[in-house]
């Protein structure tokens, strides 16, 4: 056992510095959170309601989501230059029908709906003289059931059923092209990466479904997974009418520190991607694998 608990903690040792994520409690419902992820901070109030009597739970976390300013020191700097941020309401109730004994049977309903602006600039001629500067707002929303059934006994096997509603409409930035610059006094010519071609946005609406099954005993747990993606026409509101895509998984997850801390998790998974209606740049069907590593989530989330 310490063998693996050693042997896992250098695993994953290199990729703790992509998850800070604190809570502290600042009043008797009210808990404070932070997270950086990715070059971004998060953080927010976070309003906890429960009848434990009754078995309800009610959840309240408002938030703001800006980018560092400087991702080495965790430095935000906000001011009337921040080209980024975006708002955030995340609810959440949970319905937890256990008794005493028997069997185990809880639903967790949510949703978020997030808020935000983002600055781009572009430079349509190739060169830094022309220069274009635009602000575009973005908006998601999210709905998602959580359901957790067991006999309730030891060893038995955990099934988590888990589905998603997503509908998300976020500008991005265009890719960056080689651009050919004028020749120097030496007769050099230089190649400079630049964006030419204004920000873009598609609306995105996909259902998702994911059984997490647990089979009781031992460090792995299994997650079986469909999505199928809507995505509409080129700055439109509506996501239908022109792109399907349908995408199938099968997750393994190991839990390196089970009996100690089951908010780590690896997993590894095969998938298969089947484009059903429209055209894009890739292959109507693609394949491959993927692997992820969680932290600070709960035993069987995966959706």
């Not at 400079?192 to 920000?199: A, E, G, K, T, V």
């Not at 460090?219 to 399907?244: C, I, Q």
């Amino acid at each position: 056992m310490k063998q693996k608990f050693f042997f896992s903690l250098v695993f994953l040792f290199p990729f703790i510095s992509f998850a800070q994520e604190a809570k502290f409690r600042l009043l008797p419902y009210i808990n404070g959170m932070t997270s950086i992820r990715n070059g971004l901070i998060e953080a927010g109030p976070e309003l906890n309601w429960q009848k434990p009597e009754k078995g309800k739970t009610f959840m309240l976390r408002p938030s703001i989501r800006l980018p560092l300013t400087d991702e080495a020191q965790n430095l935000l700097q906000i001011d009337r230059f921040t080209s980024e941020w975006r708002a955030i309401m995340a609810v959440q109730f949970t319905r937890d029908n256990t008794q005493e004994s028997g069997h185990i049977s809880r639903h967790s309903f949510g949703g978020q709906i997030e808020y935000g602006y983002t600055g781009f600039k572009y430079y349509p001629l190739g060169n830094s003289e022309s220069q274009q500067k635009t602000g575009k707002t973005s908006y998601d929303l999210e709905l998602k059931y959580v359901g957790f059934f067991s006999a309730g006994s030891s060893g038995a096997t955990q099934l988590s059923p888990q589905f998603r509603l997503r509908y998300a409409h976020d500008w991005t930035a265009a890719g960056e092209t080689g651009v050919v610059n004028p020749a120097n006094n030496n007769g050099v010519v230089t190649v400079s990466d630049m964006i030419i071609d204004p920000p873009g946005v598609a609306s995105l609406f996909s259902p998702a479904f994911s059984l997490q099954i647990y089979p009781g005993k031992g460090s792995f747990s299994y997650s079986p997974a469909v999505y199928y993606d809507f995505t509409g026409k080129s700055d439109s509101d509506n996501p239908f009418g022109n792109l399907n895509r349908l995408r199938l998984e099968s997750w393994v997850f190991f839990y390196p520190l089970l009996s100690d801390n089951s908010n780590v998790k690896i997993g590894v998974t095969p998938f298969l991607g089947i484009r059903i209606k429209g055209d894009d740049h890739f292959n109507k069907v693609e394949y491959g694998g993927m692997v992820t590593i969680k932290f600070g989530t709960t035993f069987l989330q995966f959706l």
